[in-house]
């Protein structure tokens, strides 16, 4: 059986693509900093058989290392990474922002992304497997003094430049760019938004395609509303 290495798996886009991933036959390891959520979420998913938990700091280069051997000491191999953990901004723009929270966005938006490629790509390489990672509409679009859509540009160069090094390996990259999406990303409910399932659906179809396909980038976008009543 396959498996699914998802970061950022406690809640949101990372919780519900591991249960899409289940469905569809993988068995999938959680990592996040919160261990309870994903505990609780391991019992959703059919316990220790089908689900590993994995308390990471997605910052640190040891914890990321310890993510992956954990894994394969549950299930073996890893097929399918997805990059998914990322925070946002805590204030509107450059001059009104906070450098430490910009510290704490490029940490974990952009290096513990890197980090997790690097880690994964040895296990990757032999299983001709699939990374994947979380990018964002905000890092394919200029959003005004927006240092979160920065770390999301970054991320965009980072999927650009892997798939070029993974060129005749076999392994597969794909960067997932929702847009505005509904999920406890954000304080307050956004029902205007993509759902987190949507985002998941799109992941699943990223990694369903046959082997000769590499689907390289998917921008997700909520429909604008329509005109007419």
């Given amino acids: 059986m396959k498996t699914f ?12 693509t591991a249960r899409w ?3 569809a036959g993988y068995r999938v390891a959680l990592a996040a900093r919160s261990r309870d959520k994903l505990d609780t979420l391991v019992a959703e998913l059919g316990g220790p058989d089908q689900a590993v938990a994995i308390a990471c700091d997605m910052t640190s280069a040891a914890d990321q290392q310890a993510m992956v051997a954990a894994t394969l000491k549950a299930f073996g191999r890893i097929d399918v990474a997805f990059a998914n953990a990322g925070i946002g901004s805590t204030a509107a723009g450059v001059e009104n922002g906070d450098p430490e929270n910009w510290r704490d966005m490029v940490l974990t938006n952009v290096y513990g992304c890197a ?22 509409q905000a890092g394919r679009f200029p959003n005004k003094g927006s240092v979160y859509g920065a770390t999301k540009w970054a991320v965009t160069g980072l999927g650009f430049n892997l798939r070029e090094e993974l060129v005749g390996s076999g ?13 406890p990303f954000f304080d307050q409910a956004r029902p205007e938004g993509l759902t987190a399932a949507d985002v998941a659906r799109a992941v699943l179809y990223a990694v369903s395609q046959p082997p000769h396909v590499d689907v390289s980038e998917l921008l997700v976008r909520p429909t604008p509303p329509r005109d007419d009543p």
Avoid: Y
Wanted: hydrophobic letters at 40%; charged letters at 20%; aromatic letters at 2%.
């Fill in 5 to 16: 290495l998802i970061t950022g798996a406690s809640t949101g886009i990372g919780a519900e």
């Fill in 21 to 23: 991933a289940v469905e």
């Fill in 115 to 136: 980090l997790t490629a690097k880690f994964c790509l040895p296990e990757l390489r032999k299983t001709k497997g699939h990374i994947l990672l979380t990018g964002s």
């Fill in 171 to 183: 392994v597969r990259m794909t960067l997932i760019e929702p847009g505005l999406t509904d999920t």
